[in-house]
Nanobody, 127 residues
Framework: GVELVESGGGSVQAGGSLRLSCVGT????????LAWFRQLPGKEREGVAA?????????SDSARGRFTISKGNAKSTLNVYLQMSSLVPGDTAIYYC???????????????????WGQGTQVTVSS
């Protein structure tokens, strides 16, 4: 079956950086949307960044300018990354990798568009 596994989470001080990685197997990802979501304590899961099969990207307002999503080019496995910089305590959350389908050619940051999820990796930013 499909499996997505995130890594790279951890604890960092405000202003620091982290790079999250996600490896996926079990399905062809070539025409999929790949995205990172996060879930803050007591909040609903929210989209952070998405990338389409052509490398086009979209970001949430809070991520734009600080985070960069990228992907590998291997056809047999998925590799998607999230480079996070200028981290603030408000970025503390569990971060999830997701794969889904575009809607009219666009990759939206709505969790209902994604049907494959990783187990999540914790990111903690201290002040």
């Amino acid at each position: 079956g499909v499996e997505l596994v995130e890594s790279g989470g951890g604890s960092v001080q405000a202003g620091g950086s982290l790079r999250l990685s996600c490896v996926g197997t079990g399905v062809t990802f070539s025409r999929r949307c790949l995205a990172w979501f996060r879930q803050l304590p007591g909040k609903e899961r929210e989209g952070v960044a998405a990338i389409d099969h052509d490398g086009g990207t979209s970001y949430s307002d809070s991520a734009r300018g600080r985070f960069t999503i990228s992907k590998g080019n291997a056809k047999s496995t998925l590799n998607v990354y999230l480079q996070m910089s200028s981290l603030v305590p408000g970025d503390t959350a569990i971060y999830y990798c997701a794969a889904g389908k575009p809607l009219f050619g666009e990759c939206y940051l709505h969790r209902t568009r994604y049907n494959h999820w990783g187990q999540g990796t914790q990111v903690t930013v201290s002040s």
